[in-house]
């Protein structure tokens, strides 16, 4: 789970894209990057860090073009700890082209050896996106050989990518001296939307995950790039588009509407705010069915995606709405901390108690989801610690039983407080007095009412049905192989960090 974005302007885009970042950086923190193009020129910074940080002044000055990408990065594929892993990629051949990618490829490890024994190219790092690039950059020299490079050429390689890739993926490209390329992969897992805006200068177009970002940048919404579609944008803003995969169905990521997106984004024609309101009364239903409603004495939502489901939740059960934790919003978000360390520490640096609203009270907390379960125990505790004489927790979403594989940072299922547990035993877990959960199928259910044409939800993590239809054991295993090896990265950074906190000031 990556933020994307793509510009194409008769007017210096590096301003508006770094505006861009900005919107999406909830969708990563560990790292940010842009390249702008000048003429058949790519200039590039990318780093370590969040947007404000990693951007200053003096990078920005180095930033000329018209035409240009930007991701913020949230690693689940690869090394967390490496800046070479950070986006966007460049391969010089055939054109010049520069990518981003917000996804996960499923076969990325086979392809890699692909790329190596058969097509002869050299992939230097562990990211499934220079994996990516590397196809897309083979099949596009297939296609344009002895071609003139156009819209027609580009889609054909841009099929032959569907056909040999598989897992999630939504995709940004540069193609110097051409354009813009945007595609997204045949079920529509992860978002993708364009949008435009005429200026002085001419039209400016926008590829992005969300529409905030569109919006937000004073551009307006054109539509979502549809399943397995490819759009293409040459250097004029004229868009080309075509359907590229065989038999594409939409299928975005529920994940997205529970927690991922910003509640002001419209993802596949559904508002992400209005899908948390629907939620909170399904889960209100399931309250009720629960446990009476008269012992419960308040209900605080758990900030900040929690909120629209706890309001319609309160109103459903005719009891107050209060906000019981303020969220220090310097810290960034915990989920998509990498590490369980980090994770732990950073919890009561984040929220803290509102005493007076927990004070001799039966409180129900209500948050999005629950994945790890180390978050909800340390809350659980603040609620007592702050006086309530009861806590119960209410999740917006169903138990996240199984692994992720499409870009959501639950690759493992040791890490997942719901595989192989009862509700029960997670309750004594995170010891609340009582837990309810979402229902798999009422969500679902709730959420299509917003969008009739979409097919079904890419819901693994709910329901362990991996839409890809090509997730087996060992990829299971190869993947937490991978997470324990990230761990031990982890480990090695932070002994390096103290190393150099306690090393003696050089003179």
């Known amino acids: 789970m990556c933020g994307i974005v793509g510009v194409i302007s008769h007017t210096p885009v590096n301003q508006l894209i770094y505006d861009a970042l900005l919107l999406l950086q909830h969708r990563g923190q560990d790292a940010a990057g842009i390249v702008t193009m000048q003429g058949t020129k790519c200039f590039m910074h990318k780093a370590r860090g969040m947007v404000r940080d990693v951007f200053r002044t003096r990078n920005m000055r180095g ?3 018209d035409v240009g990408l930007g991701q913020v990065r949230y690693p689940t594929a690869g090394n967390a700890y490496s800046e070479e892993e950070a986006q966007p990629f460049y391969v010089n051949a055939p054109f010049g082209i520069v990518l981003v990618h ?15 024994d058969i097509d002869r190219r050299h992939i230097n790092t562990e990211s499934d996106t220079e994996v990516l690039i590397n196809v897309l950059a083979h099949e596009l020299a297939r296609a344009a050989r002895d071609k003139t490079l156009n819209p027609d050429v580009i889609f054909e390689a841009v099929g032959e990518v569907h056909k040999r890739i598989k897992g999630s993926y939504a995709v940004v490209a540069l193609i110097a001296g051409y354009g813009l390329l945007a595609f997204r992969d045949p079920f529509g897992i992860r978002p993708l939307v364009y949008g435009e805006a005429e200026g002085p200068g ?9 529409t905030v970002a569109i919006e937000g940048t004073g551009h307006v919404p054109t539509r979502d790039v549809k399943p397995g579609e490819a ?3 040459d250097l004029q803003g004229q868009v080309h588009s075509r359907q590229c995969a065989q038999a594409p169905s939409l299928n975005p990521c529920m994940f997205e509407f529970v927690y991922l997106a ?4 419209v993802i596949d024609g559904i508002s992400v705010y209005q899908a948390r309101l629907n939620m909170g009364e399904t889960l209100a239903q399931r309250v009720i069915s629960t446990m009476p409603p008269n012992e419960i004495d308040v209900v605080i939502p758990i900030p900040e995606s929690s909120r629209p489901s706890a309001m319609q939740l309160a109103q459903k059960l005719g009891k107050p709405y209060r906000e019981g934790f303020v969220k220090n919003r310097y810290v960034g978000r915990t989920f998509i901390m990498p ?4 994770r732990r520490k950073s919890v009561r640096q984040k929220l803290n108690a509102i005493g007076v609203e927990f004070k001799g009270r039966n409180v129900l907390l209500v948050d999005d989801s629950i994945v790890r379960g180390n978050t909800s125990k340390e809350i659980v505790q603040m609620a007592r610690e702050a006086g309530a004489r009861k806590v119960y927790m209410a999740s917006a979403a169903p138990p996240v039983r199984y692994p992720n594989v499409y870009g959501i940072d639950m690759p493992t299922r040791e890490e ?14 995170i010891g609340a007095d009582a837990l309810i959960y979402q229902d798999v199928d009422a969500m679902k259910r709730v959420v299509r009412t917003l969008n009739p044409h979409i097919d079904s939800f890419e819901a693994s993590c709910f329901d362990g049905h991996y839409i890809t239809g090509d997730v087996s054991a060992a990829d299971f295993s190869a993947m937490e192989a991978q997470r324990r090896a990230q761990g031990d990265d982890e480990e090695q950074a932070n002994r390096s960090r103290l190393a150099l906190q306690s090393a003696p000031e050089q003179a």
């Open 416 to 429: 997942l407080i719901a595989h192989d547990r009862s509700v029960e035993q997670i309750r004594e877990y």
């Open 102 to 116: 917000n996804g996960n490829l499923t076969n990325a490890l086979s392809l890699k050896q692909e790329l190596v």
């Open 231 to 233: 759009i293409f944008i």
């Open 262 to 265: 910003r509640p002001d984004s």
């Open 339 to 342: 590490g369980q360390g980090v």
């Open 63 to 65: 930033l000329p073009g």
């Open 202 to 210: 001419g039209r400016t177009v926008v590829v992005a995950s969300e």
